[in-house]
């Protein structure tokens, strides 16, 4: 166990991919996208009625919510390119109930240098 301590401090001490303010590695990747997304319910079911649509150029992600659904019990779930990360973190339920001014998050590359801002926009579906 003390061998396992000792290998990871030195990993740790590593000044060529120093570890960021969240204890992340800081790498030299400089890819910035989200790759996949879901929204789930305060059950942690899905509530998208389809696939939601990421575009990398727009830097949008449109997701269509089942009719009904508690917006202000949410839980987004980003999936991201390697090494980055999201800004703001999501660490609980997000309240999507003001349709009108959508949600906005920034990926930001594992080498920190590039951030992109996606907006989130939530629609519902419609009877």
């Known amino acids: 166990?003390?061998?396992?301590?000792?290998?990871?401090?030195?990993?740790?001490?590593?000044?060529?991919?120093?570890?960021?303010?969240?204890?992340?590695?800081?790498?030299?990747?400089?890819?910035?996208?989200?790759?996949n997304f879901e929204m789930l319910g305060s059950d942690f079911?899905?509530?998208?009625?389809?696939?939601?649509v990421i575009d990398t150029v727009a830097q949008t992600v449109n997701v269509?919510?089942?009719y009904g659904t508690d917006l202000k019990n949410l839980y987004p779930q980003f999936s991201l390119v390697t090494d980055a990360k999201l800004d703001p973190k999501i660490t609980g339920k997000v309240d999507f109930s003001d349709l009108a001014n959508p949600?906005?998050?920034?990926?930001?590359s594992g080498n920190r240098k590039i951030k992109k801002e996606y907006t989130l926009n939530v629609t519902v579906q419609k009877l």
């Open 103 to 108: 949600k906005k998050y920034t990926v930001v």
């Open 45 to 52: 079911q899905t509530v998208r009625t389809k696939a939601a």
């Open 1 to 35: 166990m003390s061998t396992l301590f000792f290998t990871l401090a030195l990993v740790a001490c590593n000044e060529e991919f120093p570890i960021d303010e969240d204890g992340l590695l800081i790498t030299t990747r400089t890819q910035c996208y989200v790759s």
């Open 64 to 66: 269509e919510v089942a």
